[in-house]
């Protein structure tokens, strides 16, 4: 299992940024980020290859976020621009642990999950 740790949320204003990060204790896996907010199911964000070379996006957030990662501090990185009061939500990591260069954009395609940071912004 691998242990997967958010942070960076917080409480910004519309048009703001922030990024997010998820550090992973161990493995260099796929990796993607999700949210949620209450009464919704979790929906995708963005996911990013093993070796970084493939991403993808939800379309409601392209040009707006990136995913990237640093393949020596075992962290991926989800920079979010321009942020929507729609954007609010707990934004969880996720890793899968399946062999080979790939993106994954489906919460059953992940074997582990973070604890989730809150992001709220104000309109």
């Not at 393949?71 to 621009?81: A, D, E, P, S, W």
Request: a negative charge; charged letters at 20%; glycine letters at 10%.
């Amino acid at each position: 299992q691998v242990q997967l740790v958010e942070s960076g949320g917080g409480l910004v204003q519309a048009g703001d940024s922030l990024r997010l990060s998820c550090a992973a204790s161990a493995g260099t896996y796929a990796k993607g980020w999700f949210r949620q907010v209450p009464g919704k199911e979790r929906e995708f964000v963005a996911a990013i290859s093993w070796s970084g070379i493939h991403t993808d996006y939800a379309d409601f957030v392209k040009d707006r976020f990136t995913i990237s990662r640093d393949i020596l501090k075992n962290t991926v990185y989800l920079q979010m621009n321009s942020l929507k009061p729609e954007d609010t939500a707990v934004y969880y990591c996720a890793a899968d642990r399946r062999v080979g260069e790939h993106v994954v954009n489906v919460v059953g395609g992940y074997d582990d999950w973070g604890q989730g940071t809150q992001v709220t912004v104000s309109s």
